[in-house]
């Protein structure tokens, strides 16, 4: 009964996001809310709500200051030197821009947070994907599909950590054999990110840039010279440098891990405050400019946390893996890695990370043994399907980009899904191919 009141949830769920019957908000909580009560948890609502908004917080916290310090520092004209480069170098060309915009995207997922990739990402391209008429949903799959593979694979990031920890496997014996399998994964991204930007070059042509402003097509030209004036009012170009060390800092201490992600960038955001903008009327201009954004995202991270929390306390996630594992044949064993690598795509597209990782991976993973299986197989093939995860409404980041290119996460999905399947398929392909799983 839970097995199928479970997966019909999940598929109502994304139609009515999908076919935009309901916002990503209201359905992350009214959804739930309805198939817990028919299947018989209406009392335990309340404390599975507050279960799953405990796991969010934290992803709260962080994306709320992350908007707001990243925004401080764009608005300081931190990122202005390299989108003038960018743009010199790519002329207009759709295809050099998409190509451009994956450089960029994949460099930057180094990193290993998808909240810092899309900042970066979007902030540095968005005005000039604008400028020439290019589809935002392209800017924003080619960013998505960065942070998954790069952020997804690697042993720092978090999807590949959690399945390290989970299992309690060493990190170079995890890593080092699916760097084959990573790299072509990054390559799959430049090839989607060139046909991508092959079919805006087809629909609009080589577009003359000449300057990159932030204003979209179609205002006036007093309109236009008014909110460029605005905007140069705020840049700090004397402050570049300082900028960027402070960037660098954060960074460098999100890597080390030294404090909570959440708390440096708030640390961060306060500096950026008080370095580019002094004056407390200034300031708060400043995080009024960027709270509507901030907002929107926290609110639909929370209302994700709804969604975790009740599909987890109602005993569902355990009830799909109990049934996807009873179901497989004994002959299929064999190829119990390869199954685990394609049912990840859709699990962790309905699940967090952390649900699918501590919760289902152990359990793969002890049946997988059963097979001949390694740990290690299981894991690698774990996160093979992250491409698809990062389409999901319960990932943070992906709400981020969202409200980052003002386009609704249906857009995003019905726009991504085929490239990030594309994208899944051909690094399960070459994990088989270098026997990897």
């Not at 080092?176 to 989607?192: C, E």
């Not at 705020?234 to 954060?250: C, D, G, S, T, Y």
């Not at 009740?310 to 002959?331: C, H, R």
């Amino acid at each position: 009964m839970l097995t199928f009141l479970g997966i019909a949830m999940v598929l109502t769920f994304t139609y009515l996001i999908m076919a935009k019957k309901l916002s990503p908000v209201t359905a992350l909580v009214a959804i739930p809310i309805i198939f817990a009560v028919i299947a018989g948890f209406g009392l335990e609502l309340g404390d599975m709500m507050m279960d799953g908004l405990k796991e969010v917080a934290p992803s709260a916290a962080l994306l709320l200051f992350a908007i707001l310090f990243f925004g401080i520092l764009i608005d300081a004209g931190l990122f202005d030197p390299m989108i003038n480069t960018i743009t010199k170098l790519v002329q207009g060309d759709p295809a050099k821009i998409a190509l451009g915009t994956a450089v960029i995207a994949m460099t930057v997922a180094l990193d290993g947070d998808g909240t810092t990739t899309h900042m970066i990402t979007i902030s540095a391209m968005f005005a000039l994907y604008l400028r020439i008429g290019m589809n935002p949903l392209v800017l924003a799959t080619i960013s998505l599909l960065a942070v998954s593979v790069v952020s997804g694979l690697t042993p720092w990031g978090g999807p590949a950590t959690r399945a390290i920890a989970s299992l309690g496997l060493d990190a170079n014996e995890f890593f080092l054999p699916i760097i084959p399998t990573m790299l072509g994964g990054m390559a799959s991204i430049l090839f989607i990110a060139y046909v991508l930007g092959l079919k805006e070059r087809a629909r609009i042509g080589v577009v003359e840039v000449k300057d990159n402003s932030r204003v979209p097509l179609g205002m006036t030209e007093m309109a236009v010279s008014a909110t460029a004036a605005a905007e140069n009012s705020l840049k700090r170009p004397k402050l570049r440098f300082v900028n960027l060390i402070l960037v660098i800092a954060v960074m460098s201490l999100l890597i080390i891990g030294v404090m909570p992600v959440a708390v440096l960038f708030l640390i961060g955001f306060v500096l950026a405050c008080v370095i580019n903008y002094p004056n407390l009327d200034l300031q708060k201009e400043r995080i009024q400019a960027h709270a509507g954004n901030a907002l929107t995202v926290v609110v639909l991270v929370f209302a994700a946390g709804i969604f975790s929390g009740i599909f987890s306390g109602t005993g569902m996630v355990d009830a799909i893996s109990n049934a996807l594992i009873a179901i497989i044949p004994e002959s299929a064993g064999g190829f119990f890695p390869l199954i685990v690598a394609i049912t990840s795509m859709p699990f962790t597209f309905v699940l967090s990370n952390d649900a699918y990782y501590f919760g289902v991976l152990p359990i793969l993973a002890e049946a997988g043994t059963a097979y001949g299986s390694t740990a290690l197989e299981i894991a690698r093939a774990s996160v093979l399907g992250q491409p698809v995860h990062f389409l999901s409404p319960l990932v943070a980041s992906t709400l981020l980009l969202s409200g980052m290119i003002k386009r609704d996460l249906g857009d995003i999905q019905k726009f991504a899904f085929k490239w990030a399947f594309l994208c899944s398929v051909f690094m399960i392909v070459i994990a088989v191919l270098t026997g990897v799983i």
